[in-house]
């Protein structure tokens, strides 16, 4: 039972690449979200899925965007990569939408954009 | 002004000692308070979680709400070098609100042997 898992753990790329982050989760939950997080700014929502075939923006969808693939899988792309989003990017999961289920988290992806 | 404002530290304490974190917010309806744990290069983890204002134990930590003074704290007692990590606070406004999550920006906390 792996959790959360995403890849890469680490990227570099120039300003104008794109990208895409994967992340799956085996715990048959419902909901997935991705966050993005830096230094002096605590974690911020970038998109969620609340369930498979629905995706709703967070608190910085731009720049971003999602699939929600499957029950399994949430990616989350960037079409033109900016210096801006260098930054630690988590996927996390839980049963459902509800606070009082637990949201377990990736190990993270370490983004820098040159 | 941040709706949530932390402490960033670092917060270096010994072995045993008891250990107070701390988060105030200005957002009056935010209603559920959480801490997370998130060790270095590791995703958070879900400590404990509060409704409105009062005490919460679980083992050796203890969150306490103060929605008066729109505070919250983290108590550790009896800390451990296992406890060194960093600390998020993190709540929202109601049950339905997983999505809505405002969360601190982390205080990083060492155990000195």
């Known amino acids: 039972n792996a959790g959360v898992t995403q890849t890469p753990k680490f990227q570099v790329l120039k300003t104008g690449q794109s990208m895409t982050l994967q992340c799956a989760q085996d715990m048959n939950h419902n909901s997935m979200y991705w966050y993005r997080q830096d230094p002096g700014m605590g974690l911020r929502l970038i998109y969620y899925?609340?369930?498979?075939?629905?995706?709703d923006k967070g608190e910085v969808p731009n720049g971003y965007n999602v699939s929600r693939l499957n029950k399994r899988e949430f990616s989350l792309r960037l079409e033109s990569a900016a210096p801006s989003q260098t930054s630690v990017y988590f996927c996390?999961?839980?049963?459902?939408?509800?606070?009082?289920?637990?949201?377990?988290f990736g190990p993270g992806t370490r983004l820098t954009v040159l | 002004q941040k709706e949530v404002e932390q402490d960033p530290g670092p917060l270096s304490v010994p072995e045993g000692a008891i250990v107070s974190l701390n988060c105030t917010y200005s957002?009056?309806?935010?209603?559920?308070f959480m801490w997370y744990r998130q060790y270095s290069r590791k995703g958070p983890e879900l400590l404990m979680y509060?409704?409105?204002?009062g005490n919460k134990e679980d083992g050796r930590f203890t969150a306490q709400v103060d929605k008066s003074s729109k505070y919250i704290s983290l108590f550790i007692r009896d800390s451990q070098p296992s406890d060194s990590a960093t600390y998020l606070c993190a709540m929202t406004l109601g049950w339905s609100s997983a999505s809505k999550i405002i969360f601190g920006s982390g205080t990083r906390l060492s155990i000195r042997p």
């Open positions: 899925s609340a369930s498979e075939g629905t995706t």
């Open positions: 509060t409704y409105s204002s």
């Open positions: 996390a999961s839980s049963e459902s939408g509800v606070l009082t289920d637990t949201q377990y």
């Open positions: 957002n009056s309806a935010f209603q559920y």
